[in-house]
């Protein structure tokens, strides 16, 4: 995982590339986006079943300080949440970025959703990207998938060419 560094709702800077536990990190498309408040309120609803596993979930946007921060006041998310994800770390990351295009949204660029599964030598385990508001991955199957990684010593597969 590249060194990505967003800073976080709660204080810190979150560094992607430290990350060497298993950790779920959902990139959300920010605050306008209607679809991912009930994703990542889901994510929350799943810490407890996730840390049963031993893996944590975390959340970054491109969004500004307060706009991530009225997110995790109103949806009461539990778990780490990063904030003003640049469009070079986008880029970096691999993530599909969309500009604004209506006034409800962020007025800037935004990464499209994305979901790495850090594993435990801090390696991308899974990952997942959309150029769409409107896909993701289901975080049931998700759970299951990586419970059967971890349970069996699944290798990471599909490396990029």
Not at 93 to 116: C, M, N, Q, W, Y
Request: with cysteine; charged share 20%.
């Amino acid at each position: 995982m590249p060194s990505v560094q967003v800073p976080l709702v709660d204080g810190g800077v979150l560094d992607l590339g430290e990350l060497n536990d298993w950790t779920i990190v959902v990139v959300y498309r920010g605050r306008h986006c209607a679809r991912c408040k009930p994703y990542l309120s889901k994510l929350n609803t799943m810490l407890a079943d996730l840390s049963a596993i031993g893996v944590a979930g975390l959340a970054i946007s491109a969004d500004p300080q307060d706009r991530a921060e009225a997110d995790v006041a109103e949806f009461k998310w539990q778990f780490p949440v990063g904030y003003d994800l640049s469009f070079g770390q986008m880029r970096q990351l691999g993530l599909f970025v969309s500009d604004s295009i209506k006034p409800a949204e962020t007025g800037r660029p935004f990464a499209e959703p994305g979901l790495f599964v850090i594993n435990g030598d801090g390696l991308v385990q899974i990952v997942e990207m959309s150029n769409s508001a409107s896909v993701r991955p289901d975080l049931d199957l998700l759970l299951d998938g990586i419970r059967s990684i971890k349970e069996k010593g699944i290798p990471i597969r599909g490396l990029a060419a």
